[in-house]
């Protein structure tokens, strides 16, 4: 078999901060401005016009046109070196202004230009909310963290070793489903074909466990898939209506959903892989996430995720006990990076990445500065061992924080064979 990428394998900040998504003029503002800001596709500033860096603590520079500039020659230059048919940057930090604009083309066959409503597929930022459904129902005291996995699923290997925040902190030693080649097989032979859960585990669970519980950290996606049927055992619920109805609603997101098959609400980009048979570019709009489920089905859009970062982060929903736990981090591979429960660290941004088929997108949040920052691409092709989102996401750290900028300095895990 062909080597395969399947990245919401690897849809984490420790394997390449992965997760974003581009377009040509300019659909946004750089609010705090006093003149239009330039048009994306207008030449950079001159040396003399850029303002001087902000300091080494990491503040936000004032979003002014010159600022503005800068970001635009940044992400043009990103895009030129990648291929991104398409992006979208947001930035917005209170006092300093903010910071909107497409880039590039959201459908590759008409010329449609990226705009900044258009609806994506998050990958691995679904965990985020599947989580989160978790934590509430540790604050409803329905179920513990250190609940053993084996009291709500049955044929776990492990299962009376293993914890529910074992499970979310990434620290389980299963093996990950999205690994098995006959998983890779069957999914690359008919990416519209829909999964269940129960299919997911049995890829999983013919394999014998990596390590002890919690003995390091390991991004997998098997994890995910077992806390989705916690919460749909403890409420008597699907997880979509729960995370619909609990998470979704009293967070005030309107653009965001769980489908329950390939659905992906208008309007929206197209997104284009190579993960395929031939080995080709292709169109992955319709192909169906439900192999993701739990771990990566969910589609946003711009707005949503501008909302739920600092949601997200600092635990809007759930009490500041439980927010204090869920941001205990395990340290990465890379320096200043950690992971918590469904949410990375990384030089003090806090939040999650995603990557499938057709698409990546990137949502954090600056404590420090109530900054967020939201990347969304259409697609997924890494370029040079790197995935594209992180590349924006550290041209776009460089010039706003410096003192917090993405990491990359390490190349993705090699893809199955």
Not at 88 to 106: D, E, I, Q, S
Not at 332 to 350: H, R
């Amino acid at each position: 078999m062909k080597p395969t990428h399947l990245r919401l394998r690897r849809a984490c900040t420790a394997a390449a901060v992965t997760g974003a998504l581009v377009l040509p003029a300019a659909a946004g503002t750089a609010y705090g401005a006093t003149a239009p800001p330039p048009s994306p596709s207008a030449t950079a500033p001159s040396d003399s016009t850029a303002p001087p860096s902000p300091d080494a603590g990491g503040h936000f520079p004032q979003l002014t046109p010159a600022v503005a500039a800068r970001l635009d020659a940044a992400v043009r230059e990103v895009m030129r070196e990648t291929g991104v048919p398409g992006a979208t940057v947001g930035l917005w930090a209170p006092g300093k202004g903010a910071y909107v604009r497409t880039f590039g083309v959201a459908d590759k066959a008409t010329g449609a230009p990226m705009k900044s409503d258009l609806h994506v597929r998050l990958g691995s930022e679904t965990k985020t909310f599947t989580v989160t459904a978790l934590l509430q129902l540790v604050d409803q005291k329905k179920i513990g963290l250190d609940d053993p996995i084996g009291d709500y699923v049955t044929g776990v290997p492990n299962g009376d070793r293993i914890t529910l925040r074992e499970l979310a902190g990434m620290r389980s030693g299963l093996f990950n489903y999205t690994l098995d080649p006959d998983f890779l097989k069957k999914l690359e032979g008919d990416p519209g074909q829909s999964f269940v859960p129960q299919q997911l585990l049995d890829y999983s669970f013919r394999h014998p466990v990596q390590f002890a519980p919690d003995q390091k950290f390991d991004y997998c996606n098997t994890n995910l898939i077992l806390l989705g049927l916690v919460v749909e055992k403890v409420t008597g619920r699907p997880l979509h209506d729960v995370i619909a109805r609990d998470v979704i609603a009293p967070a005030g997101l309107r653009g965001t959903f769980f489908p329950t098959g390939a659905q992906l609400p208008d309007p929206h980009a197209h997104g284009y892989t190579d993960q395929t048979a031939s080995g080709r570019l292709e169109d992955a709009t319709d192909w169906n996430p439900s192999w993701g489920w739990a771990a990566g089905a969910m589609t946003s859009d711009l707005q949503d995720l501008r909302s739920w970062a600092p949601i997200l982060a600092t635990g809007t929903l759930l009490t500041p006990a439980t927010q204090a736990e869920r941001l205990k981090t395990t340290p990465m591979d890379l320096p200043g990076t950690g992971y918590g429960l469904g949410i990375f660290n990384v030089q003090g941004w806090l939040g999650h990445n995603g990557s499938l088929p057709g698409y990546e997108s990137l949502t954090v949040y600056l404590p420090q500065e109530r900054a967020t920052m939201v990347i969304l691409l259409n697609t997924d092709v890494v370029h040079d061992g790197q995935e594209p989102s992180t590349l924006f996401g550290q041209a776009v750290t460089e010039i706003v924080t410096p003192g917090h900028v993405y990491p990359i300095h390490r190349p993705l895990v090699p893809r199955p064979g």
